[in-house]
């Protein structure tokens, strides 16, 4: 698959979720299931790991949640609350037992012990305690900061508002998920769409007497912040939790052994329709808490968890029409129109169909019986076609030759690493020249992850550039404000509130303009490596020097592709004019060390042969985590190559020419102020 139709489908993934956080969290209603949604979720991280230009400031990996609703106040969490990546099969457990015994580079045949819990399909909440007594109660939001919904917590029972056993820590937030049994849901079915809807609306309640007439129930399993806590395994923890009055899982269980952990979940599958509450897999953790420190997380997950989901759940329904979607980067989707079908307690009447390709191995067509699955896509996608019911006078879908928007010719590019065509067509005409690719660029410059300029959304944009009034990103600078005002729908105060948030966000930081310009496999992270390498705007500007371009290969997680997109699009006379204007427009704010006295500040490093006790991932985090840089290259920039077993002989020998410190393992620990 081509690159630019990965990171299309990618994008879509990530919008997609961004709309169905914010009706979730931000507007009470909830479009998908809690299964789909972290089902979802794991599509986007591998599609993060397995393209590294794919990176999104409303990824998962990034963002949890939807920012908080502003009917409650905003608390920032201590401690983050995180969300966990999943698993759908065994092998899926194998990889993420391998990572674990890589990273903490243990011996293959060593068993790791985990605390597997169910995941109840409910609310997130953090109970924050002072001295054993019930004093905060937060929901997730954003994983950063969330809604203070303490007077409604308040109204549950299953919630200790005063603890005074000896071991309790004098501060500590117990998490834990709210939720409704399924026979109290019975009752107020009529009101709300599931249990989930339930709880989030009844913990979202203005009134905490509203919310007080709701059966909502509270099982804890782990804690954020923690003062004074001396437990060494979850499994102990959880024992703590009901000792302190606290209601637990009763199929909490500690498995070792990838292939128990599977088993395990093909019988509590079995045992979930008996069950009074709603359970969407289960997850596992390391059980020991000094592991876990070591592990740390990736990103928005931590290493040493992770979620074992159940089967996603499908329907059947009838094609009506099959449509075909511009992306950002040129990538033609078909998605299909379908009768309106319920799946999972959600309306459905849109279906992916991924690309030409898939559509050919399907065979699949207008008018055709087909079935329908809510799993890896919020947009759901075809399983298969029912050919029983296939119509008489059916016709084979012909993809289009041409693009649906400018009439371009669509292309589908070599892959080098496959030595294939890729399975997405393309529109082949450049950068801003196609309506809907430029609509899109529009689109992604403005979002939250960039930009994130408010009251410019999609549907905004869409008729702004359908009346000329934004073309290219620089025009939302440089609004028509008086001619907006006589656009039905808009008047003096929301026209100024649009200029304010305009005029607001002239002032960007580097990172994020570089994400702006949607660069095809720049992602976020991308964006942040660059800007972290280059500094100042100035520099980024200067790219369209090939000798400036060169150096980027040094830096650590860019690659060829990525110099080669950069050189695609400092190439283009389009591109390179909207920089200039963005550079009239903007304060575009250079790259600070956050850590001023880290031991590692300014220090670069690269890593070679196998390290004694530890990975080389968790050599690269501990020094990142001190300010250190890793590249990838030796070269005149490298101030140390640390060796270990084995080493690359021919990286020592250019480190000695250009004379590189080349230090030992134990070295580089006693500038730690470790011992090895």
């Known amino acids: 698959m081509k690159e630019s139709s990965i990171k299309n489908e990618y994008k879509k993934k990530i919008k997609l979720l961004h709309k169905y956080n914010k009706a979730y969290f ?3 209603k909830s479009l998908i299931t809690d299964q789909e949604f972290d089902i979802l979720k794991k599509n986007v991280l591998e599609l993060e790991k397995k393209y590294s230009f794919l990176k999104h400031k409303n990824s998962p990996s990034k963002v949890l949640g939807f920012k908080p609703s502003k009917n409650f106040k905003k608390v920032k969490h201590r401690v983050p609350m995180l969300s966990l990546n999943n698993a759908f099969n065994e092998k899926d457990l194998l ?42 109660g937060l929901s997730r939001g954003d994983g950063k900061e969330g809604e203070d919904i303490t007077e409604n917590l308040k109204t549950i029972k299953d919630i200790p508002k005063i603890i005074k056993v000896k071991n309790f820590p004098t501060e500590i937030d117990i998490r834990g998920e709210v939720f409704i049994q399924n026979n109290d849901f019975k009752n107020i079915s009529e009101k709300f769409a599931n249990p989930r809807n339930a709880a989030s609306g009844s913990l979202r309640q203005k009134d905490p007497k509203v ?37 637990t899982n009763q199929f909490n269980s500690i498995i070792k052994g990838v292939h128990n952990l599977a088993l395990n979940h093909k019988n509590l599958e079995k045992k979930r329709k008996e069950i009074n509450f709603d359970i969407d897999g289960i997850v596992y953790k390391v059980n020991n808490f000094d592991l876990q420190k070591r592990l740390g997380f990736a990103a928005n997950a931590p290493r040493w968890a992770i979620a074992h989901k159940f089967s996603a759940n499908n329907s059947v329904s009838e094609i009506l029409n099959i449509e075909i979607q511009v992306g950002r980067t040129g990538a033609l989707t078909p998605v299909a129109k379908i009768k309106p079908v319920n ?16 559509i050919l191995r399907k065979d699949i067509r207008v008018g055709d019986t087909v079935t329908v699955e809510r799993a890896g896509d919020v947009i759901p996608h075809v399983i298969s076609v029912d050919l029983k019911k296939r ?4 016709q084979k879908f012909v993809f289009p030759k041409n693009c649906p928007s400018c009439g371009s010719l669509t292309v589908k590019d070599y892959n080098e690493t496959t030595k294939k065509k890729d399975a997405v ?14 609509i899109e660029k529009i689109k992604h410059f403005v979002s939250k992850e960039a930009f994130n300029i408010d009251g410019l959304g999609k549907k905004i944009v869409e008729n702004f550039f359908k009346i000329k009034l934004i073309k290219l990103p620089q025009d939302v600078f440089n609004l028509n404000y008086e001619k907006i005002k006589n656009f039905e729908g808009w008047g003096k105060l929301s026209v100024s509130n649009l200029k304010y948030s305009i005029d607001n966000k002239k002032n960007i930081s580097l990172d994020k303009f570089i994400y702006s310009l949607g660069i095809r496999h720049i992602g976020l992270e991308n964006a942040k490596l660059l800007a972290k390498h280059l500094k100042f705007s100035d520099n980024f500007f200067k790219l369209s020097s090939t000798k400036n371009m060169s150096e980027l290969s040094n830096i650590d997680g860019i690659g060829e592709m990525q110099v080669q ?15 200039v204007e963005l550079k009239k427009i903007l304060k575009i704010r250079g790259v600070v060390s956050i850590n001023q006295t880290s031991i590692l500040k300014n220090k670069t490093f690269m ?29 005149k920039k490298l101030d140390y190559l640390i060796i270990g077993e084995k080493p690359t002989m021919k990286k020592i020998n250019r480190a000695n020419e250009l004379k590189i410190s080349v230090i030992t393992q134990s070295e580089w620990l006693k500038m730690l102020n470790k011992t090895s």
């Open 565 to 579: 997109s950069l050189k695609n699009f400092f190439s283009n006379k389009i591109n390179l004019n909207i920089l």
């Open 425 to 438: 067509r393309r529109c082949s005409s450049d950068a801003y020249a196609c309506e809907k690719i430029a």
């Open 391 to 394: 119509k008489k006078d059916s």
């Open 211 to 247: 919310t007080s007439e709701i059966p909502l129930k509270f099982i804890a399993y782990t804690y954020g912040y923690a003062n004074n806590i001396n437990i060494d395994y979850q499994s102990d923890f959880l024992k703590n939790l009901k000792y302190w009055g606290f209601k």
């Open 26 to 28: 931000d507007e009470n």
């Open 343 to 358: 799946i999972g307690g959600v309306k459905v009447s849109n279906a992916t169909l991924h690309n030409e390709d898939e």
């Open 95 to 136: 990889n993420f037992e391998k990572k674990i015994i890589n990273f903490l580079s243990l011996s293959k045949s060593e068993e790791i012990e985990y605390s597997a819990e169910p995941k109840i399909d409910g609310i997130s909440t953090s109970l924050i305690y002072n001295n054993g007594r019930f004093i905060q």
């Open 607 to 635: 890593l070679t042969g196998k390290l004694k006790g530890i990975s080389r991932a968790e050599a690269k985090s501990i020094i990142e985590q001190n300010s250190g840089k890793i590249i990838s290259n030796v070269n």
